[in-house]
């Protein structure tokens, strides 16, 4: 294959982290050809993932404002759930969304491929089309930016229309009388709070301690809190022993101590307990590319694979599986192909959990700092002081700053509360810029806002936050 028809840079999965990959690299002058199954860039994030969670999410917490309202003197009676026009709202906005991705691709001048790809060799890839059309194209270097799919356990039967993973949740077959949710992390406990708001009885089995595994207590507690008023209950240390569809329903066996029952019958299941890698259908094989133990695609900071000329970026490499991350690190892929000296090395790749109240956290947790022994320490801001949240009936939530004890360095922050997701940048911001408590402190935020939540934890640091009283120790 001649030079010519070489791309100069060949992305696999047009994804967050695809995407950005591509785009970047043609806004660099590269001559760049962009491969997905779906009709439009966009990946697992935008067709069935963030994006329309997101919309979900957005009419749940509708339903639940709606119905708290009867505290602020407001009545508006039961909602009208209209299930069609709910789906249309959500595939409108996937639609929308992907759409200007496909003009984008076109006004950059990079060339999109609908298919599947496969490594033929070091510098080329066959693309299977749904039309039964197969391609092959050469590369100069490559980016493999394919992302993951919904883990299925053990023993588990594969989806169906009463076993769900994510990718069935997200299209709204139905609202299940009953609904169990295996897995206790942000993915079940965002679709089990849409598919509670929507009417169905949900439980949820979470096989750890706590609910939002990793994740500091004290910011999973308001959460719990308010989800233990929405659910119909919520086992800990509880593991699914047996799942069994039956005629009306699916059967399973839930073996822990807070089980309250060994058997149980529901309408629906929907399995949230992680994602996965599919490396074998790339054929890396087939250009020298290593694929690691645990099924990951190792990397160095500039995303490189073992292979000279080939990145991989996002999902592919492993946790955190976040699009942002992903989107961060195919810019720096797009920039090492370009030849920029670029390399992947945040301090803070922020998580954040679009439940109601949201959790969201960054840099280092207080939770992470006890697992490697590292002496840290913590400043809280209660909600219950902030005006703001006062204000709108939602004072549940807490700021919080995680504090290198002798430099006073801002190493991690975390927020629980309504809008913490967008709080959280700030904390971001902070922890990269490598500023102290004081920083904070000292700038001014407006009020009343849940902002100055992170300006306050800083000053209760020192002892002096205005709305609390809590002497410096």
């Known amino acids: 294959m001649n030079d010519e028809a070489r791309a100069e840079l060949l992305v696999v999965g047009a994804g967050p982290g695809g995407y950005a990959a591509a785009f970047l690299a043609a806004d660099l002058g590269l001559k760049v050809v962009l491969i997905d199954p779906e009709d ?81 060799g070091p510098q080329s890839v066959v693309v299977e089309g749904g039309d039964g059309r197969r391609e092959h194209l050469g590369f100069r270097q490559a980016v493999v930016a394919t992302g993951s799919q919904p883990a299925l356990p053990a023993g588990f039967p594969p989806p169906s229309g009463r076993v769900w993973t994510s990718d069935e949740a997200l299209a709204l077959p139905s609202v299940p009388p009953r609904l169990l949710v295996v897995g206790g992390g942000y993915i079940g406990l965002e679709l089990g709070s849409v598919y509670a708001a929507l009417g169905s009885r949900v439980t949820v089995a979470e096989m750890t301690p706590s609910l939002l595994p990793g994740a500091d207590a004290d910011l999973v507690k308001p959460l719990a809190r308010r989800l233990a008023g ?5 086992h800990l240390r509880t593991r699914v022993a047996e799942v069994e569809e ?54 160095d900071a500039q995303r490189r694979t073992d292979r000279d000329g080939i990145f991989a970026v996002g999902d592919m490499v492993g946790q955190p599986m ?11 892929a797009a920039e090492a192909a ?41 400043a809280r ?27 006073e360095r801002v190493l991690g922050v975390g ?19 490598g500023a102290v408590a004081r920083d904070l402190a000292l700038s001014v935020h407006p009020h009343p806002t849940l902002s100055e939540t992170l300006m306050e934890a800083a000053a209760a640091f020192y002892g002096q936050a205005t709305h609390i009283h809590r002497p410096r120790r």
């Open 40 to 120: 439009n860039p966009g990946g697992v994030c935008l067709y069935r993932g963030c994006i329309p969670s997101k919309a979900l999410l957005h009419v749940a917490a509708l339903i639940w404002e709606v119905a708290e309202a009867r505290r602020f003197g407001l009545g508006f009676g039961a909602p009208d759930v209209d299930l069609d026009a709910v789906r249309a709202f959500r595939s409108d906005v996937v639609k929308r969304l992907t759409g200007g991705l496909g003009q984008l691709a076109g006004q950059r001048k990079v060339r999109f491929i609908q298919g599947r790809a496969a490594f033929s």
């Open 230 to 234: 929405r659910l119909e209950a919520v």
């Open 246 to 299: 039956v005629d009306g329903g699916v059967r399973v066996v839930l073996e822990g101590p807070e089980a309250a029952t060994a058997e149980d019958t529901f309408d629906s299941v929907l399995v949230a307990v992680g994602r996965r890698v599919d490396a074998a259908a790339l054929g890396l094989e087939s250009a020298g590319v290593a694929v690691g133990g645990d099924g990951y695609v190792p990397v």
């Open 322 to 332: 976040l699009a942002h991350k992903a989107a961060h690190e195919g810019r720096v």
């Open 338 to 378: 370009a030849g920029l000296p670029s390399v992947y090395e945040p301090a803070a790749v922020p998580a954040v959990v679009y439940t109601e109240p949201e959790v969201a956290w960054c840099g280092l947790t207080e939770t992470q700092a006890r697992a490697v022994g590292r002496e840290v320490k913590v």
């Open 381 to 407: 801001f209660p909600w219950a002081a902030s005006g703001r949240a006062l204000t709108t009936g939602r004072d549940e939530g807490l700021t919080k700053l995680v504090l290198d004890p002798d430099t």
């Open 415 to 433: 927020v629980c509360g309504h809008g913490a997701g967008e709080l959280i940048a700030e904390g971001v911001l902070a922890v990269e810029m």
